[in-house]
């Protein structure tokens, strides 16, 4: 199984806007949820192992963090067209059967994980109340095949450090998984 890494969005960086459907076609942005205390924006998929591997602590998260005016965000942005498991009906399936709670988007242009910078799925991007980018890495160190639990550590750790007005340390982990498969002829520079 080939790996990718995060490309680590430098820290600081305004959170891109967009504008996505989910698989029911309703529309989804940064500005629907004003006033949050944190955005989270997750890049994931159906079929990637290590988004298997990690998918039901996405869905605590979720559960977790909503409850805490934190906004939440998965988007895929993989190409549906040559990876039918990431077509909107197995995304909608997916999101039932893990209990996601949280919008899970489609970018069929690809225009949004170029703006994020995004890698790989898993890819998470955590930006404060003022949308600035405080923390882009792991979830956690369990992957595929390792005998490291699957607790989300990194990113809740993250998460509750901006819930208590603290500093994220800037010492983060690149997370890894499947690179995004790009439309052909679409993947950006860093992907090549």
Same mark, same amino acid.
């Given at each position: 199984?080939?790996?990718?890494?995060?490309?680590?969005?430098?820290?600081?960086?305004?959170?891109?806007?967009?504008?996505? $459907?989910?698989?029911?076609? @309703?529309?989804?942005? /940064?500005? &629907? #949820?004003?006033?949050?205390? +944190?955005?989270?924006?997750?890049?994931?998929?159906?079929?990637?192992?290590?988004?298997?591997?990690?998918?039901?602590?996405?869905?605590?998260?979720?559960?977790?963090?909503?409850?805490?005016?934190?906004?939440?965000?998965?988007?895929?942005?993989?190409?549906?067209?040559?990876?039918?498991?990431?077509?909107?009906?197995?995304?909608?399936?997916?999101? $039932?059967?893990?209990?996601? @709670?949280?919008?899970? /988007?489609? &970018? #069929?242009?690809?225009?949004? +994980?170029?703006?994020?910078?995004?890698?790989?799925?898993?890819?998470?991007?955590?930006?404060?109340?003022?949308?600035?980018?405080?923390?882009?890495?792991?979830?956690?160190?369990?992957?595929?095949?390792?005998?490291?639990?699957?607790?989300?550590?990194?990113?809740?750790?993250?998460?509750?450090?901006?819930?208590?007005?603290?500093?994220?340390?800037?010492?983060?982990?690149?997370?890894?998984?499947?690179?995004?498969?790009?439309?052909?002829?679409?993947?950006?520079?860093?992907?090549?």
């Amino acid at each position: 199984m080939a790996a990718t890494s995060s490309q680590m969005l430098p820290l600081g960086t305004p959170a891109p806007s967009f504008s996505l $459907a989910d698989a029911s076609g @309703t529309l989804h942005s /940064l500005d &629907d #949820a004003p006033g949050s205390r +944190a955005y989270l924006v997750m890049f994931i998929c159906n079929h990637c192992p290590f988004v298997i591997h990690v998918a039901d602590e996405l869905a605590r998260i979720g559960n977790d963090f909503q409850a805490k005016n934190v906004a939440v965000f998965a988007i895929n942005s993989n190409d549906a067209k040559s990876y039918p498991a990431d077509e909107p009906e197995p995304m909608r399936e997916m999101s $039932a059967e893990r209990g996601y @709670t949280f919008p899970y /988007l489609i &970018d #069929a242009k690809q225009d949004v +994980a170029k703006a994020y910078q995004a890698a790989c799925t898993p890819d998470f991007y955590l930006f404060d109340a003022d949308r600035t980018l405080v923390y882009r890495g792991q979830l956690d160190g369990s992957r595929p095949g390792n005998t490291v639990p699957v607790d989300g550590g990194d990113l809740r750790s993250a998460l509750n450090a901006i819930l208590a007005g603290e500093s994220v340390p800037e010492d983060q982990v690149p997370s890894i998984g499947c690179n995004i498969k790009w439309v052909r002829g679409n993947a950006p520079a860093y992907a090549e």
